[in-house]
C-alpha cells in the first residue's frame, strides 16, 4: 500500500480542508432521464459549486433509498442502465472537462454479478475515486476493503445513529471518508434529524481522522449550512433527484431544455450561497 | 451433518447479513435475544402453549389413502398444516417471534405477506397479544386476495398496499425492511419467510421445525420407520425447511422442495428460483435468485401469490448445493390439476402454494412401489384461493 496520495477525492479533502470549507457532494442517478442528461447535468452541478458526485447505480430492489430515488431508478432502468453504464458516465465526464472526484453508490448485487475482478478492473480506469456500497455493512465487506485499497479506490463505510460501539469497528482501516446517516431511516428530504445528531457525529469524529461527512434527507440550504459548520462533507441526494424528476418535461423538450438544466444549477447553487462557501 | 448457520450466519457460502448499517445493531440485538430466550424453558413453554391451546397442535399425520391408490402404489400422508388455527403453517413462526417480540418489550409488529397467510398469521399474535400492527402488502397480492386484506383488518391490523416495483411479495419485503429502518427503536419485524438477513432463516426454521419433529414422531408410531420421501412446496422455503431440518441428518430420507413453475420454466412467467435462477444477493441474504446479468432481480410469476417471489431461504439454496434435497418446478396448470385432484379423492382444498407439492407428487407415485412411503406438507387451506381457482377455470385468470 502506497502513501502517497493520488485519489483525486483525498485531494479534494486536503485543499477544501485548507480553504476551511465543507464539501458539498450531489447525488445523482445516472440515466435519469436519460445518459446524455446525466453528462449535461454533471456539469450543471460542477457549475454550482458541487466538490464531489455521487453517481447512483440504478438497482430494481433499492433497499436503503425512499421514493423519489426509487423512482428516478425505476426511470432509468427503462433504459438498462447498469453498472457498466455509469463507469462509463463518469469517464465520459472526465473526458468532457470535468475535475470531480466520482463516488459510484451501488447496490452490492449489480457488483456482484459483474465479478469482483471485472468490477475492480473497470473501476480502476473509469475515473472512479470512490465506492458507496449501502447493503454491505462491514461484516460482509472484507474482500471488498481489500480489492479497494489495491486500486487505490475508497471504499466509504456508512456509520448510523443506531451504530454505537461499532462504530471504531466500521472505521478502522476505512479510506476516503466517513458517511455519517443522518437519522433512521432511507434517503429521501426530512424536517427533522435524529434527536442527537450533533453528538453523533462527534462522536464519529473522535473515532477517526479521516473527513466525515453527513447525508440522508438533507435538502435545503439552511441544512446544508449547519451540517456543513460540524462536518467536512455534506451529501445532498433526493432533493436534486426531484429537481432532476420536476424537469424532465422540460429536458425533454429541445425548446426548453436549456431552462431545465439551468433550473437544476441554480437549485444546487441556492444550496450554498457563494457568501457562505468560506465558513 | 455440520451444524448450520455458523455465527455469521453463513449455510455454506449462502445467507449472511447484506443490510442497510442502520438496521445492523437491531439484528444483532434479535439474535442475541432469540439465543438467549430461546435457552428459557419458560419461552419454550409459552410457545408450547399457544401451538396446543390456541393454535391446536399437534397436525394430524393423514394417510390420504384414496389419493395414494389413485397414484399408484406408494403410501402418502399428508401433514395436515392446514389445520392450524388461520389455516396455514405461518402461524407456527408467528406466535414464535410474537413472543419473542413481547420478551424483548416490544409493543408493535411489522410484516410483509405474499398470499396474505402470514399477514393474517401477524395479525392474528398481535390481537392475541396485545400489540399493533402494520402488514406491508403487494397492491397487487391485495387484488389476488381481497378475503385475507379483510381479515387481517377484522383482526385490527394496517394493511399497507405496496405500490413500488413489482407490487408484489419481493416489494411488500422491501417496504417492511424500509419501514423497519425508520422505526427500529420500538418496531418488531415478523418475518414470514426463512429468508432474509441472519438470524431471520436461522429462527424461521427453528420456529417451523415443529412441522418436521412431529412428523418424525408420528410417522414411527404409523409405520415404525421414517419415509422415504419429504415433499413441500418452496417459495421463500419456510414451511418446507420445518418440514426437512429434523430429517437432514437422516440420509435415507430424501427431500424435494417444489418450486413454482408459473406458466414453464422456458418463458418468462415463473418463479422457479433454484432452477432458473443463480447465486446473489437480496433483501438481505446471499441465496439462489432470479436475476438478470446485471444482477437487476427479475419479477417472479405464478398463480400462488405465496410462491411468487424471486429469492429462496439461504438454507435452502445450501441444502441443493451439498445435494442433500432436490428442487424441482412445477407450472400453474398442474398445481390446478392437483389441487382438484386432492379435492375429489379426499375432500381436501389444499391452498395453491401446497397444491405444487401434490402435483410432483401426482408425477412421480406412478412408478413408485409399495414399500415407498411419501408425506407431503399440506402448508394451508385453500380457501383463501377459492376466486383464484375460480377465475382460473373460467380462463379470466391474466398472469
Redesign the interface.
Known amino acids: 500500500m502506497t502513501t502517497e496520495t493520488t485519489n483525486r477525492m483525498d485531494v479534494t479533502f486536503q485543499n477544501l480542508k485548507q480553504q476551511g470549507r465543507a464539501a458539498l457532494i450531489p447525488f445523482l442517478t445516472v440515466g435519469d432521464p436519460d445518459l446524455e442528461t446525466t453528462l449535461a447535468i454533471i456539469q450543471e452541478l460542477e457549475a454550482a459549486g458541487a466538490d464531489m458526485l455521487e453517481l447512483g447505480v440504478p438497482y430494481s430492489d433499492p433497499l436503503a433509498d425512499g421514493p423519489v430515488i426509487q423512482r428516478a431508478s425505476a426511470r432509468a432502468l427503462k433504459s438498462s442502465i447498469h453498472v457498466r453504464t455509469c463507469m462509463e458516465t463518469a469517464l465520459k465526464a472526465r473526458q468532457a472537462g470535468s475535475t470531480l472526484p466520482f463516488i459510484l453508490f451501488t447496490y452490492y448485487n449489480p457488483v456482484l454479478q459483474m465479478g469482483l475482478d471485472n468490477f475492480f478492473a473497470e473501476v480502476n480506469n473509469h475515473e472512479i475515486s470512490g465506492l458507496i456500497i449501502p447493503d454491505l455493512p462491514v461484516e460482509e465487506s472484507a474482500d471488498m476493503r481489500r480489492r479497494s485499497r489495491e486500486v487505490g479506490v475508497n471504499l466509504i463505510p456508512l456509520v448510523a445513529p443506531t451504530s454505537s460501539e461499532r462504530i471504531a469497528k466500521i472505521v478502522t482501516g476505512a479510506s476516503g471518508f466517513v458517511y455519517c446517516v443522518s437519522s433512521l431511516g432511507v434517503t429521501g428530504e426530512r424536517s427533522s434529524f435524529h434527536a442527537g445528531v450533533e453528538e453523533f457525529i462527534s462522536s464519529v469524529r473522535q473515532a477517526t481522522d479521516l473527513p466525515v461527512a453527513v447525508g440522508f434527507g438533507i435538502s435545503t440550504s439552511e441544512q446544508v449550512a449547519r451540517f456543513a459548520s460540524i462536518c467536512d462533507g455534506v451529501v445532498v441526494g433526493s432533493a436534486i433527484v426531484r429537481k432532476v424528476e420536476d424537469v424532465i418535461p422540460l429536458l425533454d423538450n429541445p425548446a426548453t431544455r436549456s431552462e431545465g438544466l439551468l433550473q437544476i444549477r441554480e437549485f444546487v447553487a441556492q444550496l450554498r450561497p457563494a457568501e457562505s462557501r468560506l465558513l | 451433518m455440520i451444524e448450520v448457520p455458523d455465527q455469521?450466519g453463513r449455510f455454506g457460502s449462502f445467507g449472511?447479513?447484506?443490510?442497510?448499517?442502520?438496521?445492523?445493531?437491531?439484528l444483532i440485538e434479535l439474535e442475541e435475544a432469540y439465543r438467549k430466550y430461546s435457552g428459557d424453558p419458560a419461552f419454550q413453554a409459552e410457545i408450547d402453549y399457544l401451538l396446543k391451546q390456541y393454535s391446536g397442535r399437534e397436525t394430524p399425520l393423514y394417510y390420504a389413502e384414496r389419493l395414494s391408490k389413485h397414484l399408484g402404489e406408494a403410501k402418502i400422508y399428508l401433514k395436515r398444516e392446514d389445520l392450524n388455527h388461520t389455516g396455514a403453517h405461518k402461524i407456527n413462526n408467528a406466535i414464535g417471534q410474537g413472543i419473542l417480540a413481547k420478551m424483548m418489550g416490544k409493543t408493535k409488529v411489522i410484516a410483509e405477506t405474499g398470499a396474505g397467510q402470514h399477514g393474517v398469521a401477524t395479525a392474528t399474535v398481535a390481537a392475541l397479544l396485545g400489540m399493533e400492527c402494520k402488514v406491508f402488502m403487494g397492491e397487487e397480492d391485495t387484488r389476488r386476495q381481497a378475503l385475507n386484506v379483510f381479515r387481517m383488518k377484522l383482526l385490527g391490523a394496517e394493511v399497507i398496499p405496496v405500490t413500488?416495483?413489482t407490487r408484489t411479495l419481493?416489494d411488500a419485503g422491501?417496504e417492511a425492511?424500509?419501514y423497519w429502518?425508520?422505526?427500529?427503536?420500538d418496531t418488531f419485524y415478523v418475518l414470514g419467510s426463512a429468508v432474509g438477513p441472519h438470524p431471520y432463516p436461522m429462527m424461521v426454521r427453528n420456529f417451523q421445525r415443529i412441522i418436521g419433529d412431529e412428523t418424525r414422531r408420528q410417522i414411527l408410531e404409523a409405520e415404525g420407520r421414517l419415509p422415504d420421501l419429504l415433499v413441500a412446496a418452496v417459495g421463500g422455503g419456510s414451511n418446507a425447511i420445518g418440514m426437512f431440518y429434523p430429517f437432514v441428518g437422516d440420509d435415507g430420507v430424501g427431500m424435494i422442495g417444489v418450486e413454482a413453475a408459473g406458466k414453464g420454466v422456458d418463458t418468462p412467467f415463473h418463479a422457479a428460483t433454484m432452477s432458473k435462477g443463480s447465486?446473489?444477493?437480496?433483501?438481505?441474504s446471499m441465496s439462489y435468485?432470479l436475476?438478470d446479468?446485471?444482477?437487476?432481480?427479475?419479477e417472479a410469476h405464478s398463480i400462488s401469490a405465496g410462491l411468487d417471489y424471486p429469492g429462496v431461504g439461504p438454507e435452502h439454496s445450501y441444502l441443493k448445493d451439498i445435494e442433500r434435497a432436490q428442487y424441482v418446478p412445477v407450472t400453474d396448470d398442474e398445481a390446478m390439476d392437483a389441487l382438484k385432484l386432492l379435492c375429489v379423492t379426499e375432500g381436501i382444498i389444499p391452498a395453491l402454494e401446497s397444491a405444487h407439492a401434490i402435483a410432483h407428487v401426482a408425477k412421480i407415485a406412478p412408478s413408485l412401489t409399495k414399500d415407498d412411503i411419501i408425506v407431503i406438507c399440506l402448508s394451508g387451506r385453500g380457501d383463501k384461493d377459492v376466486e383464484s381457482i375460480l377465475a382460473y377455470t373460467e380462463g379470466a385468470e391474466k398472469k
Open positions: 455469521q449472511g447479513r447484506y443490510v442497510p448499517e442502520t438496521l445492523m445493531n437491531a413500488s416495483g419481493k422491501n425492511l424500509r429502518v425508520s422505526h427500529v427503536d447465486h446473489g444477493v437480496f433483501q438481505g435468485l436475476q446479468e446485471y444482477g437487476q432481480v427479475q
